[in-house]
């Protein structure tokens, strides 16, 4: 199974993945995750990936790219992965295709959780406050939906015009959004 799964800052990605990753027993490839560790550990990758990440805005295309490209040719990603978080940008999806053409893999499908605008931001002001992410400020959480109108909502129609989009209902209980996922990932290529 070879998933992307999309959506706003807020719309329970990190959730979801967890959860298919764990039905389908797949490795989630989250690059927010990675980044944050890379932050953490104060690598030359996190040192760079920092500043962007605290304004909200998108982390340079080759600093991403090349970092999910030695993610997935790792041998954990041989039966299948998620990419949680990628790609975001046209580019991105530009140099994903290439990585699937040289691994000689396709995609089955890209979800994606389709959440109320009003209920994103009160969602990351809520985890503003019991995790305490560094790009959860009002403004930065205000800039990173600005960024993902302009630069990854347009992704969409480019995969629903490759037949391999699957819109979910992301409002709602947690395991209910879970269900409408594995009902979704159960259609796919049908
Ligand atoms: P969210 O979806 O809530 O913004 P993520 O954890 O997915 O949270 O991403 C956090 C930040 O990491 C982004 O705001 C961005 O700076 C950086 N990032 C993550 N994925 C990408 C990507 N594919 N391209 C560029 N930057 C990214």
């Not at 993945?17 to 550990?41: E, K, L």
């Not at 909502?153 to 699957?166: D, K, M």
Request: charged share 25%.
């Amino acid at each position: 199974m070879r998933l992307i799964l999309m959506g706003p800052p807020g719309a329970g990605k990190g959730t979801q993945a967890a959860a298919v990753c764990h039905r389908y027993g797949i490795p989630a490839i989250s690059t927010g995750d990675i980044f944050r560790t890379n932050v953490s550990a104060g690598t030359p990758l996190g040192v760079t990936a920092q500043t962007y990440m605290n304004a909200g805005e998108y982390v340079p295309d080759e600093v991403t790219n090349a970092m999910v490209r030695d993610r997935l040719t790792q041998p954990e990603c041989r039966r299948g992965f998620l990419l949680d978080g990628y790609p975001r940008t046209v580019e991105q999806v530009k140099e994903l295709d290439q990585m699937l053409a040289d691994l000689q893999v396709q995609l089955n499908g890209v979800l994606v959780l389709n959440t109320d605008p009003a209920a994103l931001i009160q969602r990351l002001l809520d985890r503003a406050r019991t995790e305490g992410r560094a790009d959860d400020t009002e403004e930065v959480i205000r800039r990173r939906q600005e960024v993902y109108a302009d630069q990854t909502a347009p992704l969409v129609s480019e995969y629903n015009a490759r037949g391999i989009l699957v819109s979910v209902n992301g409002n709602g209980r947690v395991d209910h959004v879970t269900d409408r996922i594995h009902t979704a990932i159960a259609r796919l290529g049908r």
